[in-house]
């Protein structure tokens, strides 16, 4: 059974960092691309970064670059997203989600099989 765990989440200031992991089990980790999404109160679930199951190739939002990291440690079975100068629009319930690597990359939500439960992340202003 795939899961997905995410932790590290919780409230900080503007220009802060939080660094959020996503431990998976239930399924062989490299076979899968990972990919974080967030979701702000009222409105859609919206891509963050995706990395591939090598780490080899990476995708960010343009409102994350520069700012946010996406890593993966595929011994620990584990992804990271290490966010840095965060802003008060970063507020939202962050979400880790696997597809498997013979698709490619993706940002669409409806694209992906499983999802963790999510964990908060709000920024102070």
């Known amino acids: 059974q795939v899961q997905l765990v995410e932790s590290g989440g919780g409230l900080v200031q503007a220009g802060g960092s939080l660094r959020l992991s996503c431990a998976a089990s239930?399924?062989?980790?490299?076979?899968?691309?990972l990919t974080w999404f967030r979701q702000a109160p009222g409105k859609e679930r919206e891509f963050v970064a995706a990395i591939g199951r090598f780490a080899s190739n990476t995708d960010y939002a343009d409102s994350v670059k520069d700012r946010f990291t996406i890593s993966r440690d595929n011994a620990k079975n584990t992804l990271y997203l290490q966010m840095n100068v965060l802003k008060p629009e970063d507020t939202a319930v962050y979400y880790c989600?696997?597809?498997?690597?013979?698709?490619?990359?993706?940002?669409?939500?409806?694209?992906?099989?499983?999802w963790g439960q999510g964990t908060q992340v709000t920024v102070s202003s």
């Open positions: 239930g399924w062989i980790f490299s076979t899968y691309h």
């Open positions: 989600a696997a597809r498997p690597a013979n698709k490619r990359l993706s940002r669409r939500v409806t694209e992906y099989d499983y």
